[in-house]
């Protein structure tokens, strides 16, 4: 199947390459060079040109944010063919999405939501957990292609609904890095040893996937690598707190997190990595964790 894909980043790169395995893929970067490096180091077709990927039976989008495919869908629209179905892997906005599902429909285009989890190292080994809105149908066709990507593929429900639930789930991860980051600092602070804190906490129920894998690293490993950008972690916070808006709900601990990473962002700036949260933390007690 001839299926093209749009955004050769962090997880974008591996994800192609999986997919190049069984299916002929039309590779395109915004960075010419990512993807000439794909098609040399993948066997992947390079796009000259974007309008090469308008006749792919399937377009997947892994981009920042649902601007950048909305951009993208405009360039394409009007050379599209029905039948086609577009994947959008970013995480995005699910009300945009379903505006993007609409334009497309028109044209008799499938769109399914598609964002994924599991971080760069799920991309790499491909065991990505991968939440779907999209009709039956077309939850049908793209995790056929998907699982190539992924170990575990929800379907979440209609358009949109696998954008919202991934940006609620990140948002929970946001709360936990920053509530186990004071609870930690506060532990070294009481003159208690860090990796006695975290064997403490790993044993017990404060234990989370930042206690056992993310903070670990940085703390006591003292790497900070850049693996998911703070800003695309502030984004998706942010499209969560959009949603309870939008429901008139009531969610102090939501927007106390939107809070917390956006001015985070805006002190780290663009290049950080969102567990940098944790600089932020001791820096607001005028500390360091080294
Ligand atoms: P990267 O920043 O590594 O890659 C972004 C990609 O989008 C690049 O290919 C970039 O091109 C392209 N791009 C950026 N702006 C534009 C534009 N205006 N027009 C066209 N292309 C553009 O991001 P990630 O791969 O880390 O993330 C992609 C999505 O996946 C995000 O929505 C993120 O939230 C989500 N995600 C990321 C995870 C992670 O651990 N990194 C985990 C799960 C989801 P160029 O090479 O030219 O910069």
Redesign the pocket.
């Known amino acids: 199947m001839k299926i093209a894909f749009i955004?050769?980043?962090?997880?974008?790169f591996p994800m192609a390459r999986h997919l190049s395995k069984q299916h002929e893929l039309v590779v395109w970067?915004?960075?010419r060079e990512?993807a000439e490096r794909h098609a040399r180091e993948h066997g992947t077709t390079l796009a000259n040109d974007l309008a090469e990927c308008a006749d792919a039976e399937v377009i997947i989008t892994?981009?920042?944010?649902s601007v950048?495919v909305d951009?993208?869908v405009d360039k394409l629209l009007p050379s599209l063919r029905p039948g086609t179905l577009w994947i959008d892997a970013?995480?995005g906005d699910p009300n945009a999405s379903k505006q993007t599902a609409a334009r497309l429909g028109e044209k008799g285009v499938a769109f399914v939501d598609a964002?994924?989890?599991g971080?760069?190292v799920g991309a790499e080994n491909a065991t990505l957990t991968i939440m779907i809105g999209g009709d039956a149908a077309d939850f049908e066709r793209a995790r056929e292609i998907l699982q190539l990507c992924g170990k575990t593929i929800i379907h979440v429900g209609p358009v949109g609904s696998g954008h919202a639930i991934k940006v609620l789930t990140n948002t929970i991860m946001g709360a936990t890095v920053w509530i186990t980051s004071e609870c930690l600092l506060l532990a070294k602070q009481y003159g208690i040893d860090l990796k006695t804190a975290l064997a403490v906490t790993n044993a017990g129920s404060g234990r989370s996937n930042a206690s056992e894998t993310l903070l670990p690293m940085r703390l006591l490993d003292h790497k900070w690598p850049l693996?998911?950008?703070l800003a695309?972690h502030d984004?998706?916070i942010r499209i969560a707190a959009s949603i309870a808006h939008q429901q008139h709900a009531a969610t102090p601990m939501l927007a106390l997190t939107q809070h917390l990473f956006t001015s985070s962002l805006n002190q780290l700036g663009d290049g950080a990595d969102y567990i940098e949260v944790a600089k932020i933390v001791a820096k607001m007690n005028d500390t360091e964790w080294e």
């Open positions: 955004g050769l980043g962090a997880m974008g970067n915004r960075t990512k892994m981009l920042p944010t950048e951009e993208i970013t995480s964002p994924v989890t971080a760069t693996v998911f950008k695309h984004k998706d």
